[in-house]
């Protein structure tokens, strides 16, 4: 912890000179800063923190006594002032004794005391709040000395002639302050590296959805370019059609108007110009000719004229004109934004949501192996595949991503029921009898191990969140160890039958089971202990698994399918199948990543690989 030196000359927070402070308040630590600044900023943070130093307390910023108020501790020597002897500066403190000591006294100390702790009178003065006695509160003069282990009671010497029972009627259990502290900080500690762990979950959750933001960001941006382009091609579309529409109408208006140009002149023009000519001539031959001609040749012109008026007006039929029929209806656009029903995050695979559904399985290929195939894990292109050639004859094998088999990765002294891999370390649950639980990093070197009390094969180990979750049949409970195989606690499973059950990890804080006796498949929250659901759609299931918010099961009575199960709900979401996989053959465990379904067939002695469709 920095001391407060002369070098402070402004506030921590919005850098005012001390001199100009109105409201000031001094830290334990003895730097200075604006009470509302400490205000502020205990109300965004939530804690006290001197920005000078770092250090944080538990103080009520309000109780804090202020720059002018404040009397600094006392630095003199006390052997010295119970001596009459004042003013003689210490020069280190003695925590053991609690005593402030001079350099003539700390020789004197040393040679009859021997060595205790010390710490210098800098740090003692920016402690000295948490290193000076405590009075009792009864015994005024008396520093507080004792305490209780069971009411966490404090008292002096004189405390012991009236000290009562505890609350419960029972003696008190006494010790001094010191190692009454030293076992209550184990006690918080304990619980303080559980307060970590959960900041490194939390810390790895941020890390996780800091990524998931991203991609949430990115997919807008492609959905929002989906929008725009499929809005471009369908106004480019529309827009050819319009051009298209437009040149059939010109062409056919062209048509019709050379038909209506042909009419108006042959038709119509050259009829009145006919009837225009004969009216000129008959009219010239009334005005220009002699009386007689006229008479003669009246009855002439009065038959012309009449043959000129005989007949129809010029007529005209289109049967073919083209014309436009506004429809009067507006198409909609080709794309919609729709919303998902459900959507789950995982730190393994992200934001995922049920839209598609597979619909078939098609094998891609078989892996054969030497012995009988129980459990298979994959990770980082690798299959980890659990063996058993006979009792006690246990090991673990890998099928690298070429399909190579590598053989004997790790032998074991029994029966392997589970593989599990978890932060490049290979968790191995072996039945011995009763059962073992092996820790190898990914070179094959054992890390750890220890016993799991459990009786009967057919048993599964899930790793959830930095814990190892493995059933214990015979107690109805799942028993929760840390990654090195300490217990932290049993959560009590009633729905456990003393019979075959699987298991696997989900959204890093739940496991599912499935029961083949009860025909149940069940997902329990790790940190609470409850059973989210309950499924019974699938017939004596046999392996399960997660992945990208789905959970896969398969049936011991019937190995022709796989039911896939939501993992929020448990509802049945499909039954996917294939010809492939109808065989009598027990799929003793599953595995899916990506889009590739791992199963291990026991009496083949065979690893097989799907295509999930």
Known sequence: MAEATVEQVECGFCVTRLEDLEDSRSLPCSHVHCLKCLLGNFEVNKIVRCPFCREVFDVDIHSLPTSNTREGPSLCCDSCTRKGVNNQPAVIYCKTCSTKLCAKHRESHDD????HPMITMTDYKTQAMKLAPRLCTKHTELPYSLGCRKCLTCGCVECLSVLENCTDGSPHKLMSLKELVTELSKEVDGMRSEILDREDKLSDLLKHMTGVLCDYDSETRDMIETLHRTRDEQIESIQQKYKKLEEELIELRRNTKLELERFTEQDVGVKLSDLNRHRLQIEARHKHNHQVDIINRHGETINQIKELLSGNLPT???SNMATLEVKGEKREVEVEVVTSKSVSIDLEYGLTTPDSLPTQLSLLHAVPVSSHCTSVCSYEGNTYVGLNKGIWQGRVDIIDENNQLSREFVRVGGTVECVAVYKDRLYTLVYDNPYTV???????????????TDHG?????AVVSDQVVIPDRQNKSLTVYSLTGEVIKHIQCPLLSPNWVSMCAVDNLSVVVSDYQTSKVFKVNIPSGEVEWTSQDVPNPEGVTYHGGRVFVTSLSNTTRVWILDVNTGKLLTEISDAAIRTNSNVYDLHVTGNTLIVSRYNERKVL???ID
Request: without cysteine; proline residues 0%.
């Open 112 to 115: 009859v005391l021997g060595a």
């Open 316 to 318: 005209l039929k289109l």
């Open 438 to 452: 092996t820790v190898h990093d990914l070179t094959g070197k054992l890390i750890t191990s220890w016993t799991h």
């Open 457 to 461: 094969y057919f048993n599964k180990l």
């Open 609 to 611: 690989y799907y295509q």
